[in-house]
């Protein structure tokens, strides 16, 4: 793309977010050849009829680079990670044990449920149950608990 070239990559991991399918190139299923080679030869008659084409694919690539890919846009975004990283290191013993109540809340409202369902080698994958968010919280032991947490909990209990 930095060089002006219509880009082929795949539909998964970083590509994905990169490219902007059939705007500023095309993403490829590495698991299905034949679309793939389909999309890559259409791509080519594509360009054989209409000149044009060619230019429209390169510019919009060229365009998504310097919009969110430079060197300067980079900088920033380290820059500001290491902010974040300098702030949290910069807490005292309260504020890290909150922050860590935090993010073990996310973890148990977001994360839990989608551990459970990875499959272990040699396993079938599980899909996620459905359930409540309340349901989905785990308690942690009573002493470590908060008492915004504990009335959450109580609260989400009395539901059921």
């Known amino acids: 793309m930095n060089c002006g070239l219509p880009t082929f990559a795949t539909n998964q991991g970083g590509p994905a977010e990169i490219i902007v399918d059939e705007v500023s190139g095309f993403h490829i299923n590495p698991l299905n050849g034949k679309e793939a080679s389909d999309k890559i030869a259409g791509s080519f008659q594509k360009c054989k009829e209409d ?19 430079t060197w300067q ?11 974040m990283y300098g702030f949290w290191r910069t807490l005292n013993k309260e504020e890290r044990q909150a922050k860590q109540r935090y993010l073990q809340m996310f973890y148990n409202l977001q994360f839990r449920q989608l551990v459970k369902t990875v499959a272990k080698l040699g396993e079938q994958p599980t899909q996620p149950a459905e359930s409540t968010a309340a349901a989905r919280i785990v308690p942690r032991p009573k002493e470590r608990q908060g008492p915004f947490l504990r009335n959450l909990l109580k609260r989400g209990r009395g539901r059921n």
């Open 51 to 69: 000149p044009i084409y060619w230019n429209k694919m390169s510019t919009a690539g060229l365009q998504r680079i310097y919009e969110c890919y």
């Open 73 to 83: 846009i980079y900088a920033t975004k380290v820059l500001n990670m290491g902010s």
